[in-house]
């Protein structure tokens, strides 16, 4: 009678891919290994639905182009680890490891086709990173913006909303499916539609901070700061129209280091060096 219940429950055949798929959340370490972060439950947690946004270069390592598979499983430890904790997680990554259309545009590429190669990249990526999740037992989906039923999921909002509520790392790529708009936006709009608490945007840096803290050491980083200082002094954290949706819904952006070992993890358990820009 249960195995009838549960498959009533499932999205479709490309939702679930098996019977008797276990969200990772389902798995528990023995009592003896848990560490006191590991006993947190979702109601601990600081943001409990997030979207994690990282640019297609975070991928490439010390390389100067494509994908690093160590930096990627690295990348996936710190999204299963948050996994772990039980919180929800969606993912946008850029495609600029690959190709960036502005760049291409600025060749002479016709910007349009441009943007819509920049898009394939970003799926490229995007089964990357589901390949090195699945790797370590967090099922993942991978959703396009752009159909391609063979490669990965069309987006439908109410089953990726499903994906979440049943324990899966949700990737969305392709961007928004529409040139002249970046991953950023792409970000900031579907964490609106899924319902996500924050935002955190991973970057080289442990924050926001008034000027490059790489060539000036006088840089200073702001613990908070609202979206509309942000737009007025160029800071950079997203481009302009990411920015203005946040701020339209009241989305928090939670500026981190992705190199930071455990950076993610840490704030979700109200830890950590960040910052917030919020209204």
Do not use: W
Not at 20 to 34: F, L
Not at 133 to 150: H, N
Not at 257 to 268: H, N
Request: glycine letters at 10%; charged letters at 30%; proline letters at 5%.
């Amino acid at each position: 009678m249960e195995k009838k219940q549960d498959r009533q429950e499932k999205d479709g055949p490309q939702a679930d891919a098996a019977e008797g798929e276990k969200a990772p959340g389902d798995q528990k370490a023995p009592e003896d290994q848990k560490t006191p972060e590991d006993q947190k439950t979702p109601e601990d947690l600081k943001y409990k639905r997030v979207m994690l946004k990282i640019s297609g270069e975070a991928l490439m390592g010390d390389q100067g182009y494509g994908l690093h598979p160590p930096t990627v499983e690295r990348i996936a430890r710190e999204v299963k680890s948050v996994r772990d904790l039980g919180a929800e997680v969606c993912m946008v990554i850029g495609g600029g490891n690959i190709f960036r259309g502005l760049q291409g545009s600025a060749q002479g590429m016709e910007r349009t086709t441009a943007d819509y190669m920049g898009m394939l990249a970003t799926v490229m990526n995007a089964l990357a990173m589901q390949s090195a999740l699945e790797g370590m037992g967090v099922f993942t989906r991978v959703i396009s913006a752009i159909p391609m039923d063979q490669v990965c999921e069309p987006y439908i909002r109410r089953r990726a909303v499903r994906h979440l509520e049943k324990g899966r790392v949700c990737i969305f790529a392709a961007g928004t499916g529409n040139p002249y708009f970046t991953t950023d936006t792409a970000a900031t709009l579907r964490a609106n539609e899924m319902g996500c608490e924050a935002i955190f945007k991973g970057t080289k840096v442990d924050g926001v901070y008034d000027k490059d803290p790489e060539t000036h050491p006088d840089a200073k980083r702001y613990d908070e700061i609202t979206y509309d200082d942000v737009l007025q002094k160029h800071l950079g954290v997203m481009d302009a129209s990411a920015i203005a949706l946040a701020r339209d819904n009241k989305l928090p952006i939670i500026v981190f280091s992705l190199d930071e070992p455990g950076g993610l993890r840490g704030i979700l358990s109200g830890e950590g060096t960040y910052t917030t820009v919020h209204g």
